[in-house]
């Protein structure tokens, strides 16, 4: 079992950015897929992008790639989202959530555990 804390969000400009942070508690944590996901009001919880076990693979949803960079630190449980070039669309509340598997990367439903969240708002 896996317990995660983001932290890190808060009020941006268009164009800014801001780095995201999800701190992992157990000794359990390299054995995870780390995804990043989040949701707009009125919207279904959304996928953003995702990082193998060994950090070897990233995956990101079309909406943020080349904005968007995860980054996994197995030595000391966190796993980041630095974001670029932030939009007015990108403000939700963002989670952090771990999986056991690759294969679905992208599927909330594959997550096992989740964080409570941390909102990101951009303003135009």
């Known amino acids: 079992q896996v317990q995660l804390v983001e932290s890190g969000g808060g009020l941006v400009q268009a164009g800014g950015s801001l780095t995201l942070s999800c701190a992992a508690s157990?000794?359990?944590?390299?054995?995870?897929?780390m995804g990043w996901f989040r949701q707009a009001p009125g919207k279904e919880r959304e996928f953003v992008g995702a990082?193998?076990?060994?950090?070897?693979?990233?995956r990101y949803a079309d909406s943020v790639n080349g904005r968007f960079t995860i980054s996994r630190d197995n030595s000391k449980a966190t796993v980041n989202l630095q974001m670029n070039s932030l939009k007015p669309e990108d403000t939700a509340v963002y989670y952090c959530?771990?999986?056991?598997?690759?294969?679905?990367?992208?599927?909330?439903?594959?997550?096992?555990?989740w964080g409570q969240g941390t909102q990101v708002t951009v303003s135009s």
């Open positions: 990082v193998t076990r060994n950090t070897l693979f990233t």
């Open positions: 157990g000794r359990t944590f390299s054995s995870y897929v």
């Open positions: 959530a771990a999986a056991l598997e690759w294969n679905s990367y992208s599927d909330r439903t594959s997550y096992n555990y």
